[in-house]
């Protein structure tokens, strides 16, 4: 070990089972350690033995308690040399007389190494960089003695300099840290440079070369930064004239609404404006250092008609941390530096035509420790004030990108449906999958891990491996725009499904265990939309069909190293696809069709142009003339083998 403290673990039950640790210093003469016994205690000269016991696995900790700092004039308790400590060290485990366990440490810790003494007052002047060059000598790399080629090293004596006096280094890594700079008229023309460089040239000393910092003292304007604020639409008698779908919220100091969200580099902005009408719901993750606290909740709103109105706020404190801390160091918990922090954000927004009549937050609030990392939880809903069911408030009624597709139950007691994809955690197995909706206009593809033994019955198998997939549509009916009511049946589509292999069918596969087939592993889900509109210009699309189908694999139980394993894992997939119906049918391709005078090749299958397409201008593989040559080429060797195989030419041959 090299540190203050070093663990172990001890596997077993610990019951009955006493921990020593006793010093071990080896013979003068033969290096041999003493043998250790079942008799000691949990301390032994500076060092101390901790035992945190388990169910069936205790933590053994070994730590030292004197000071690694280096010793000042008249100081004890500290350490004398740079190595400080140089020890061996045995542990043991013993129940009664009989020695279970022994562990062998060899202790080599050095002194901390930062400085504890009185800083001197004496600072190092930094030259100012528009006058001196920072570097005078940039090779001189080595404190306290010569750089060989380095001829400004003021180490290195003449004697020194003659052994590399010709091979210095030249240009400002060799001290030249003032050359003339290439547009300086004085200066000699530059390698290969146009006939016109310099056109002109700069008449000027080398104080104000471009190797410094600065050139110009005069006067100077102080750039302005834009704030993040907007102007509001002002109008004659009406400061605001209400929110759009997408506008900005703004608030009472002209600022945007801001609430955390993801950036494009995948890191979380602090400074991301929340638009109008359109929900999301994000994670960020921080640690206590970089946590930073968002707009404060006693902001207040502009509602879209130059009134403002304030923050219903709720406090609530989380319990169960499991669900935040995604990672946690193993830090003592008197050690650790723990702080009050936000753990989640809910924000309901009430609207009523295109103006904001309440805002409802609820703050969970949570202990975040030291060396934890939190995954912070927004949440936005846009509701309508006349809503009485939670539904959502749109001002386009179609589907925006990014928004979960509506599904119910139609003709059930409890009509509200669910249309999901898996969110596989951890190993990826099927049994600790999650659900995440299906997003309107985002294609996805997801799956998980499902356990299966080597003597599964097929039948089974595809029963089980069905109720998963299905597990992902709670749904009969899908709604045709966002909007759609429950009580009205117009405004949505039934699910066309495409049932999977029938399980009851009967498939011979002889004595074979592990081989299965027709297992619909993958499931289908193709979603047919088209605009149907525009609201304010915003388009309307809308979902007209969808359509349910499986793909049915082969399984086959996959051996490892061996076979002795009774488990394997059969991957179950889920995809979904949207396809766009275009408003107008496309312009079927002909096979030939002339247009005035020319052939337009692009919309045709056949193109009378692209006949001898290698020896045409279309083909841009190889310079044309080389495609002429070559074709020439062929042509000869097909006119001469055409020749040579008539009958006249063997009797003139013959001849």
Request: hydrophobic residues 35%; proline residues 7%; glycine residues 8%.
């Amino acid at each position: 070990m090299s540190g203050p403290r070093v663990s172990s673990f001890f596997l077993g039950n610990s019951s009955g089972v006493n921990f020593f640790v006793i010093l071990s210093p080896g013979d003068e003469e033969t290096g041999k350690l003493q043998v250790a016994n079942c008799s000691g205690s949990k301390r032994a000269g500076d060092w101390n033995l901790d035992v945190t016991p388990g169910m069936n696995i205790s933590k053994v900790t070994v730590s030292l308690t004197r000071n690694l700092e280096l010793c000042l004039p008249n100081a004890t308790d500290c350490c004398p040399s740079p190595l400080c400590v140089l020890e061996t060290l045995q542990v043991s485990a013993c129940r009664g007389s009989v020695r279970l366990a022994q562990l062998l440490i060899q202790a080599e810790i050095f002194a901390n190494s930062s400085f504890a003494g009185n800083v001197s007052e004496n600072a190092t002047i930094i030259p100012n960089q528009a006058f001196q060059p920072l570097g005078s000598c940039p090779c001189n790399l080595t404190a306290g003695a010569c750089d060989v080629r380095c001829c400004c090293d003021l180490e290195c004596t003449p004697d020194l300099k003659q052994l590399f006096n010709g091979s210095c280094f030249t240009g400002v890594f060799g001290g030249d840290v003032n050359p003339p700079f290439d547009q300086l008229c004085s200066s000699q023309p530059m390698e290969y440079t146009p006939e016109w460089f310099p056109f002109l040239c700069v008449q000027s000393s080398l104080d104000n070369t471009p190797f410094l910092g600065y050139f110009y003292h005069g006067s100077t304007s102080t750039p302005k930064v834009p704030a993040f604020t907007i102007p509001l639409q002002t109008s004659p008698g009406r400061l605001f004239t209400g929110y759009r779908q997408g506008d900005p919220i703004i608030t009472e100091e002209n600022e945007y609404f801001t609430i955390p969200q993801p950036s494009l580099a995948g890191q979380c902005a602090g400074n991301a404006p929340v638009a109008h009408l359109q929900d999301f719901r994000v994670k960020c993750l921080t640690s206590l250092e970089s946590y930073k606290e968002g707009l404060p909740h006693h902001v207040r709103i502009n509602t879209g008609t130059a009134d403002f109105i304030q923050q219903n706020v709720t406090y609530r404190t989380i319990t169960d941390r499991g669900k935040f801390i995604t990672e946690s160091e193993n830090l003592h918990p008197a050690e650790a530096l723990c702080q009050n922090v936000t753990f989640a954000e809910h924000y309901t927004f009430i609207c009523k035509d295109k103006n904001i009549e309440h805002v409802n937050v609820t703050v969970f609030l949570g202990s975040l420790c030291d060396g934890e990392i939190l995954t912070q939880r927004f949440t936005v809903e846009f509701l309508s004030l006349k809503s009485t069911n939670g539904e959502e408030l749109l001002e386009n009624p179609g589907y925006q990108v990014g928004k979960p597709v509506r599904a119910a139950k139609i003709n059930a007691s409890d009509p509200l449906g669910t249309l999901n994809i898996w969110q596989p955690a951890g190993r990826g197995l099927c049994a600790s999958a999650t659900y995440t909706p299906v997003l309107f206009g985002v294609d996805s593809y997801s799956g998980c891990l499902l356990e299966v033994g080597i003597n599964e019955d097929c039948s089974l198998l595809r029963g089980n491996v069905t109720e998963k997939l299905n597990s992902l549509i709670q749904a009969t009916h899908i709604g045709k725009r966002d909007n759609s009511s429950y009580s009205d049946p117009d405004d949505w589509v039934e699910i066309i499904r495409l049932d999977p292999f029938n399980s009851d069918t009967n498939v011979s596969t002889g004595n074979l265990k592990g081989f299965c087939p027709d297992i619909p592993a993958n499931l289908n889900i193709h979603i047919m939309f088209a605009e149907v509109g525009a609201v304010q210009g915003i388009p309307q699309q809308q979902i007209l069909a969808v359509q349910i189908s499986y793909s049915t694999v082969l399984w086959q139980f996959q051996c490892g190293l061996s076979c002795g394993s009774s488990l394997s894992f059969l991957p179950i997939t889920a995809s979904v696809q949207f396809i766009k119906v275009p408003a107008q049918p496309p312009v079927r391709k002909i096979r030939y069709h002339r247009i005035y005078v020319e052939f337009d090749c692009s919309q045709n299958e056949v193109c009378l142009q692209q006949l001898l397409y290698p020896l045409t201008r279309f083909y841009t593989g190889e310079p044309y003339s080389q495609c002429l040559a070559k074709g020439l080429l062929l042509a000869f060797l097909v006119l001469l083998a055409v020749i040579m195989s008539n009958p006249w030419f063997s009797k003139l041959w013959k001849r």
